[in-house]
């Protein structure tokens, strides 16, 4: 079993930045991936970011490729999500998911386990 509880979310203006962490229990985090999604009101719950956590690979949705960056610290097992140059577009609930290292649908909420309870991130024009 692995528990996911995010933080960091807010209000922000355009161009502005904030930085989600997702902390991580449960004996087989560390040997997982983790994932950033996102979910705006109306909208499916779409990709933002994935690391494997072992190797440190990332993966990362065109949307925000540039100016998202997902990291981890292992000593902590809490994983990071650098969010720089906000668009209005952002705006959603933020989740972060943890699942099996091999997938073959990396980018799909399938490829996940486990939810946060996700953490809301506005971000104003």
């Known amino acids: 079993q692995v528990q996911l509880v995010e933080s960091g979310g807010g209000l922000v203006q355009a161009g502005g930045s904030l930085r989600l962490s997702c902390a991580g229990s449960?004996?087989?985090?560390?040997?997982?991936?983790m994932g950033w999604f996102r979910q705006a009101p109306g909208k499916e719950r779409e990709f933002v970011a994935r690391?494997?956590?072992?190797?440190?690979?990332?993966m990362y949705a065109d949307s925000v490729k540039g100016r998202f960056t997902i990291s981890r610290d292992n000593a902590k097992n809490t994983g990071f999500l650098q969010m720089n140059s906000l668009k209005p577009e952002d705006t959603a609930v933020y989740y972060c998911?943890?699942?099996?290292?091999?997938?073959?649908?990396?980018?799909?909420?399938?490829?996940?386990?486990?939810w946060g309870q996700g953490t809301q991130v506005t971000v104003s024009s």
């Open positions: 449960g004996r087989t985090f560390s040997t997982s991936a």
């Open positions: 690391i494997i956590w072992s190797f440190g690979s990332t």
């Open positions: 998911a943890a699942g099996p290292p091999s997938t073959t649908q990396p980018k799909s909420t399938s490829a996940f386990y486990y």
